[in-house]
């Protein structure tokens, strides 16, 4: 299973904008625990025990590019 098959997986559990004013979404597998954002693709982040912890690692992973 890729990335892109995830999306129908994993949860859109929040987003997260970047200091330009971009959305990210996050998504959430509560299962497998992994973490994704997307905006014009999927990619995977990491992975999370919460939703909150999704979020920060989102956050970060957008905070670094």
Sequence with gaps: MG????AVVATVVGSVESESGNRYEVRWDQ?????????ERLVFVGMAVSVGEAVGKVRAWVRER
């Excluded at 299962?31 to 905006?39: A, G, I, L, N, P």
């Design 31 to 39: 299962v497998t625990r992994e973490v994704y954002v997307f905006r």
């Design 3 to 6: 990335a892109g098959d995830k």
